[in-house]
């Protein structure tokens, strides 16, 4: 299984691991392996590959969960929505309530760590992939490296979200920069991004 080709860059089994299926001595392994493996493609030919080809490395929180470790990390209080919520989500292989397929996975983008650690400004990243990765489905943020549950849907409508446990610095709160597929900048987004593209570029050209 964890040989399966989801990309050219990602397999299966670096969607596999789990730290609560480790720590608790539990089988993080698909239900329905064919199901899992089209919802993982879809997400890494979509999402992540023109995410890493575009921004450089990223690295891999979590991604895959079985109805199993979900269940229990929701029953324990270890920051699991419920099987229900959590469908075509982490659980890939589990249709969500429209019966569409879909995936996420929480990445970090390495190149953005050191721009958000001096800044906490997380709307850089979730503005520029908004504007140039148009099949993600939702971002949703968390304060530690900024790191991100990026999704993915079958579902060619689903409205797109962009949520965050974290304040946005340029608001003073954690409302959605998209809901219901409406963002609530409409133009000259790239004021938000732009200047960390240009920290990169600066950075690359000095190391050389």
Same mark, same amino acid.
């Given at each position: 299984?964890?040989? +399966?080709?989801?990309?050219?860059?990602?397999?299966?089994?670096?969607? #596999?691991?789990?730290?609560?299926?480790?720590?608790?001595?539990? +089988?993080?392994?698909?239900?329905?392996?064919?199901?899992?493996?089209?919802?993982? =493609?879809?997400? %890494?030919?979509?999402?992540?590959?023109?995410?890493?080809?575009?921004? $450089?490395?990223?690295?891999?929180?979590? *991604?895959?969960?079985?109805?199993?470790?979900?269940?229990?990390?929701?029953?324990?209080?270890?920051? %699991?929505?419920?099987?229900?919520?959590?469908?075509?989500?982490?659980?890939?292989?589990?249709?969500?309530?429209?019966?569409?397929? $879909?995936? +996420? *996975?929480?990445?970090?983008?390495?190149? /953005?760590?050191?721009? @958000?650690? =001096?800044? =906490?400004?997380?709307?850089?990243?979730?503005?520029?992939?908004?504007?140039?990765?148009?099949? @993600?489905? &939702?971002?949703?943020?968390?304060?530690?490296?900024?790191?991100?549950?990026? $999704?993915?849907?079958?579902?060619?409508?689903?409205?797109?979200?962009?949520?965050?446990?974290?304040?946005?610095?340029?608001?003073?709160?954690?409302? *959605? #920069?998209?809901?219901?597929?409406?963002?609530?900048?409409?133009?000259?987004?790239?004021? @938000? @991004?732009?200047?960390?593209?240009? &920290?990169?570029? /600066?950075?690359?050209?000095?190391?050389?």
């Amino acid at each position: 299984m964890g040989k +399966v080709r989801l990309s050219d860059s990602f397999y299966m089994r670096d969607m #596999l691991y789990s730290e609560i299926a480790s720590v608790h001595g539990m +089988v993080n392994m698909p239900v329905d392996p064919e199901m899992a493996i089209e919802a993982g =493609k879809g997400l %890494c030919e979509n999402v992540l590959e023109p995410l890493q080809s575009k921004l $450089g490395p990223i690295s891999i929180r979590s *991604a895959y969960r079985s109805p199993e470790v979900n269940s229990f990390g929701n029953q324990e209080g270890l920051n %699991c929505a419920n099987n229900e919520n959590n469908a075509a989500r982490h659980i890939w292989d589990m249709k969500d309530s429209e019966g569409y397929i $879909g995936s +996420v *996975a929480c990445v970090v983008v390495n190149s /953005f760590v050191d721009w @958000y650690e =001096k800044t =906490k400004d997380w709307t850089a990243l979730a503005w520029w992939i908004h504007d140039n990765i148009p099949e @993600y489905s &939702s971002q949703y943020y968390f304060p530690t490296n900024a790191a991100c549950n990026l $999704g993915w849907s079958s579902n060619g409508d689903a409205k797109k979200s962009i949520k965050s446990y974290v304040v946005n610095p340029h608001t003073g709160n954690k409302k *959605a #920069l998209v809901s219901k597929g409406q963002p609530v900048i409409l133009d000259d987004r790239g004021r @938000y @991004y732009l200047p960390w593209l240009e &920290s990169i570029r /600066f950075s690359s050209t000095r190391n050389t």
